[in-house]
């Protein structure tokens, strides 16, 4: 029994790590880059309400470019992520497929986390510490009582392993970091004016992504079993090469971007 507890705690660390670097690459990074720029923008005149809200947008945009097909490739593809980095030694394709669970489960509420990591910065900006405080206060609270729901009678009323209950956790930590994250929001536009993404911005990043999904899955259907490296590139790459063309397609500024910048240093 000892052992098994050690082995689940084993899981949930290694899919702990992976969850949590697309908030630490992209959310983190781009709050962080950004606050510097934002204090300058700190006023209460107009340019200064506009130049913030300007900054902020473009912010989220950048995250969610990133962040939207990392969070479909944790749903779709989580066990070929898990399996690429981690499967070595004693663990197997059953743990793969485990962290797969998690993943899918902390895909829910990725894009909110990251997207409330630049907020909070923006509050930081306007030299407004409490707020954001206050907010992660009630998302601990949720996470907590949603956390303990998702985790032990959640699993007995579906009829599946408790297990899988380590899962339901990282899905009320999402749904909590939804909340905590619009909380946010709804009270930053009532300060400064209107900001967020464009609802049309979001659904092309994520057909953008959905199109790379199916292309990858398909792939990963069709490959033989081969050693989880190999796999990795076989279906992660057409994966990442599909979403990109797709965003382009779809007209999305940020991979317009990205192309531009390739051919102007080639």
């Not at 992504?209 to 899955?217: E, M, N, S």
Request: proline content about 5%; hydrophobic content about 55%; charged content about 15%.
């Amino acid at each position: 029994m000892a052992a098994a507890r050690r082995k689940r705690t084993t899981r949930l660390t290694n899919a702990a790590t992976l969850y949590t670097l697309p908030v630490s690459l992209f959310g983190v990074a781009v709050s962080a880059a950004e606050l510097p720029t934002m204090s300058n923008l700190e006023g209460a005149d107009i340019a200064a309400l506009e130049g913030l809200r300007r900054r902020l947008d473009l912010g989220l945009r950048r995250i969610a470019f990133f962040v939207i097909p990392s969070a479909m490739a944790f749903m779709a593809l989580g066990d070929i992520v898990a399996a690429a980095l981690l499967q070595t030694g004693r663990f197997g394709h059953a743990d793969a497929v485990y962290i797969w669970g998690i993943l899918a489960g902390s895909s829910i509420g990725l894009l909110a986390q990251t997207l409330g990591r630049l907020y909070s910065s923006t509050y930081y900006a306007l030299r407004d510490t409490r707020t954001p405080f206050r907010y992660a206060l009630v998302r601990v609270a949720l996470t907590t009582v949603l956390g303990y729901v998702c985790a032990f009678p959640l699993p007995r009323l579906l009829g599946i392993s408790p297990e899988w209950g380590v899962a339901g956790l990282t899905a009320s930590a999402g749904i909590a970091g939804w909340v905590e994250m619009l909380l946010l929001r709804r009270a930053l536009n009532a300060r400064i004016g209107p900001t967020g993404l464009p609802a049309n911005h979001v659904i092309k990043l994520w057909t953008a992504a959905a199109a790379g999904a199916i292309v990858a899955w398909a792939i990963k259907l069709w490959i033989p079993p081969l050693h989880p490296i190999p796999t990795a590139v076989l279906v992660l790459g057409p994966y990442g090469l599909v979403f990109g063309a797709s965003a382009v397609a779809l007209r999305i500024k940020e991979a317009q971007m990205m192309v531009a910048r390739f051919h102007r240093s080639a």
